[in-house]
Nanobody
C-alpha cells in the first residue's frame, strides 16, 4: 500500500521560511517523479514543483520560482520543499504527489496525471 505523508506545515510570519517533508512508503521511490501542489481555500489545486526520480531535473511554477526549492533523498524515500520569502498568499494546504509514468523526465504537472497523493499539510502565513 502506497502512502505519502506530508509534514512541516504550520504558522509562519510573512517573509519567513518553512521546509516541508513528504515521506513515501510502499513504492520504489526512485522510480517516481515527485511533485508538490497546494490548494488555497476556494481555489483549484495548483502545481508548484517537480523533481525526477534521480533528482537531476526540476521544474517550478512561475509563482514560486526563485523562492521555493524541491529536493529529494532517495535513501530515506523523502521529498522536501524549502519555502522562502513566504507571503500571505502562500497560505494553503500543501500536498505531495507521485507520478510513476516516466521517472527520468517531467512530462506532466497536471493534477489528474498524478498516481498517488498525500493528505496534505497546512501552511498559514500571517501578514
Amino acid at each position: 500500500q502506497v502512502q505519502l505523508a506530508e509534514s512541516g506545515g504550520g504558522l509562519v510570519q510573512s517573509g519567513g521560511s518553512l521546509t516541508l517533508s513528504c515521506a513515501a512508503s510502499g513504492l520504489t521511490f526512485s522510480k517516481f517523479v515527485m511533485n508538490w501542489f497546494r490548494q488555497a481555500p476556494g481555489k483549484e489545486r495548483e502545481f508548484l514543483a517537480a523533481i525526477t526520480g534521480g533528482g537531476s531535473l526540476t521544474r517550478y511554477a512561475d509563482s514560486v520560482k526563485g523562492r521555493f526549492r524541491i529536493s529529494r533523498d532517495n535513501d530515506v524515500s523523502k521529498v522536501y520543499l524549502r519555502m522562502n520569502s513566504l507571503q500571505p498568499e502562500d497560505t494553503a494546504v500543501y500536498y505531495c504527489a507521485a507520478n510513476g509514468r516516466e521517472p527520468y523526465t517531467i512530462r506532466t504537472t497536471t493534477v489528474n496525471d498524478m498516481h498517488y497523493w498525500g493528505k496534505g499539510t497546512l501552511v498559514t502565513v500571517s501578514a
